[in-house]
């Protein structure tokens, strides 16, 4: 879905215009994925609790800074992969596998 690798910081968002195999569009309307930002905020939620759980495992006492530190860290680490999970979940909303399809290019 993507052209370049998850961990690339700086090209991470790069989309081709179509899928190789079945030739969909991966943006199908003007302004798609901006419900994206709803999965994106559901998947940083669980992120933000498990920080949470950690630093209340690992740590007597948890403190603010200790909380934004861990959180910012974390979020910036996988700011990549929050993008592109959001993305394929938004678009496997609309768009379904058609398995017929998939079979005829040998994708």
């Known amino acids: 879905m993507f052209s370049h690798k998850g961990w690339s910081y700086t ?6 215009e179509r899928c190789p195999c079945c030739h969909q569009s ?4 003007p302004g798609f994925y901006y419900g994206a930002m709803y999965v ?12 949470l ?7 007597e006492e948890v403190t603010m800074a200790w909380f934004l530190g861990a959180l910012s860290a974390t979020l ?3 700011y990549p992969f929050i993008f592109r999970m959001s993305r394929a979940v938004w678009i496997n909303f ?14």
Do not use: D, R
């Open 76 to 78: 910036l680490l996988f």
């Open 53 to 59: 759980v950690a630093l209340n495992v690992f740590l």
């Open 26 to 29: 991966y943006e199908p309307e």
């Open 11 to 16: 090209k991470f968002s790069q989309m081709p």
């Open 40 to 51: 994106s905020y559901g998947i940083t939620t669980a992120i933000l609790v498990a920080v």
């Open 94 to 107: 609309f768009v379904h596998y058609n398995k017929q399809v998939a079979e005829k290019t040998e994708c």
